[in-house]
């Protein structure tokens, strides 16, 4: 009998869905080995808990240096590993940045995905393991939406270039399915958030700000367009989706989504209601915060999800900013004493 552990490759590592991920993973028993690129800085602090040994003297998660930028590097590392399966979560994946650094964007979040199915369909040439991809497809290739709620046969028609690099690399995603016959799966995902969420994204920013707020480390925030809707999940409950997609027989495409939809607006009457708070009386509207092109409606018909995959998300909405808001109370405690005792040392 084969005990070998299945083995499992995760770019995006270090960002909220690949520490989502990999804790499923581990739970799991696979071996998961992450791309982790360089800064001056070390960027583990989502993962950290999964760094060391386990109970029996093995490490199920094993960090690599590298880059979405360097096909070598990535070429390399497949063939070291020669993992079971693929999750491609690595990104530029900031849409207000993508305006911003949108050569970037192209490089990074559409490029690298054709560089690592190179090195994907590499492997299975020279040894013939057949490898099993999954690609971070995103609700944001609607964009200005062609018919609501958005399913599978949508036509895209992205508004930022993040966006457009999604749309790429979805494509050549499937390109590489047809053309190579490749176990390759896109999940067309709609937003999701958790309280590792990055504090940039509007979900986050909104509850780290209202508990800072209730706390008096600081009085306002200032948001763009509070009428933009989206489709918000929790990162736990759609991570498994991506995981139930390589466990099929046959890979496809699949909308991943709540199927439920709330503005900007909402989310921030929630999560100052949730505290005792009147957003009314702390958010104001910066102009800076606008997008050149928006996305003002984003609602998921996951329907294909749930009856091929048996997936359906567990949080809703209510409970989702609660969970955020709570979490980011105790970071707002903390960061609150600290400064107390700071005060009076
Ligand atoms: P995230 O928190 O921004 O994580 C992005 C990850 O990509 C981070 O680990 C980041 O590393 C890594 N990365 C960025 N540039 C890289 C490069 N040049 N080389 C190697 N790694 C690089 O994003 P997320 O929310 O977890 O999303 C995961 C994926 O799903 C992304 O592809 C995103 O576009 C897509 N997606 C997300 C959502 C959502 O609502 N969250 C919805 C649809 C699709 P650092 O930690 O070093 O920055
Ligand atoms: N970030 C941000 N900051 N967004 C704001 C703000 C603000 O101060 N004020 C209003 N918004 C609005 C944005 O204009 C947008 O309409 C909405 O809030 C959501 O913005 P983000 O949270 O930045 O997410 P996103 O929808 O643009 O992109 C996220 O979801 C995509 C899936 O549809 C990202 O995670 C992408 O990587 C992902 O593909």
């Given at each position: 009998?084969?005990?070998?552990?299945?083995?499992?490759f995760?770019?995006?590592?270090t960002?909220?869905?690949?520490?989502y991920?990999?804790?499923?993973?581990?739970?799991?028993g696979?071996?998961?080995?992450?791309?982790?690129?360089?800064s001056?800085?070390?960027?583990?602090?989502?993962?950290?808990?999964l760094?060391?040994?386990?109970?029996?003297g093995?490490?199920?998660?094993?960090?690599?240096?590298?880059?979405?930028?360097?096909a070598?590097?990535?070429?390399?590392?497949i063939?070291?590993?020669?993992p079971?399966?693929?999750?491609n979560?690595?990104?530029?994946?900031?849409?207000?940045?993508?305006?911003?650094?949108?050569?970037?964007?192209?490089d990074?979040?559409?490029?690298g995905?054709?560089?690592?199915l190179?090195?994907v369909?590499?492997l299975?040439?020279?040894?013939g393991t057949?490898?099993?991809?999954?690609?971070?497809?995103?609700?944001?290739?609607?964009?200005?939406?062609a018919?609501?709620?958005?399913?599978?046969s949508?036509?895209?028609?992205?508004?930022?270039p993040?966006?457009?690099?999604?749309v790429y690399?979805?494509?050549?995603?499937?390109?590489?399915?047809?053309?190579y016959?490749l176990?390759?799966?896109c999940?067309?995902?709609?937003?999701?958030e958790?309280?590792?969420r990055?504090?940039?994204?509007?979900?986050?920013?909104?509850?780290?700000?209202?508990t800072?707020?209730?706390l008096?480390l600081q009085?306002?925030?200032?948001l763009?367009?509070?009428?933009?809707?989206?489709?918000?999940g929790f990162?736990?409950?759609?991570v498994e989706?991506?995981?139930?997609?390589?466990q099929?027989?046959?890979?496809?495409?699949?909308?991943?989504a709540t199927?439920e939809t709330?503005?900007v607006?909402?989310?921030?009457?929630?999560?100052f209601g949730?505290?005792?708070?009147?957003y009314?009386d702390h958010?104001?509207?910066?102009?800076?915060?606008?997008?050149?092109?928006e996305?003002?409606?984003?609602?998921?018909d996951s329907s294909?999800?749930?009856?091929?995959?048996?997936?359906r998300?567990?949080?809703?909405?209510r409970?989702?900013v609660?969970?955020?808001v709570?979490?980011?109370?105790?970071?707002?405690r903390?960061?609150a004493?600290?400064?107390h005792?700071?005060?009076?040392r």
């Amino acid at each position: 009998m084969n005990h070998e552990p299945r083995r499992a490759f995760v770019t995006g590592i270090t960002g909220q869905d690949g520490s989502y991920l990999a804790e499923l993973l581990t739970g799991k028993g696979y071996e998961v080995h992450g791309l982790m690129r360089r800064s001056s800085t070390f960027g583990t602090r989502r993962i950290e808990h999964l760094c060391g040994d386990d109970a029996a003297g093995r490490r199920p998660l094993r960090l690599h240096d590298g880059d979405m930028s360097d096909a070598n590097c990535l070429v390399r590392l497949i063939r070291e590993i020669q993992p079971h399966e693929v999750y491609n979560l690595a990104a530029q994946s900031q849409v207000r940045v993508s305006f911003d650094q949108p050569t970037y964007t192209a490089d990074v979040t559409a490029i690298g995905a054709l560089r690592l199915l190179e090195a994907v369909r590499d492997l299975q040439d020279s040894v013939g393991t057949p490898v099993r991809y999954y690609q971070a497809s995103s609700s944001e290739m609607f964009g200005e939406v062609a018919e609501t709620p958005q399913r599978e046969s949508t036509p895209f028609h992205p508004r930022s270039p993040y966006g457009v690099a999604k749309v790429y690399a979805h494509w050549i995603t499937v390109n590489y399915r047809e053309s190579y016959g490749l176990h390759a799966s896109c999940g067309i995902l709609f937003n999701h958030e958790s309280p590792r969420r990055g504090e940039t994204f509007v979900t986050r920013k909104i509850t780290r700000a209202a508990t800072r707020i209730k706390l008096g480390l600081q009085e306002k925030v200032l948001l763009g367009n509070l009428e933009a809707r989206r489709d918000w999940g929790f990162a736990g409950d759609f991570v498994e989706a991506m995981w139930l997609m390589l466990q099929q027989d046959d890979p496809g495409d699949f909308v991943v989504a709540t199927d439920e939809t709330h503005s900007v607006r909402e989310f921030c009457e929630e999560a100052f209601g949730r505290l005792g708070l009147d957003y009314r009386d702390h958010v104001a509207i910066d102009p800076r915060y606008f997008r050149p092109a928006e996305v003002d409606l984003m609602l998921g018909d996951s329907s294909r999800a749930r009856r091929r995959l048996g997936w359906r998300p567990r949080v809703g909405f209510r409970e989702l900013v609660a969970m955020m808001v709570d979490a980011d109370l105790e970071l707002a405690r903390r960061e609150a004493e600290t400064r107390h005792a700071d005060q009076h040392r």
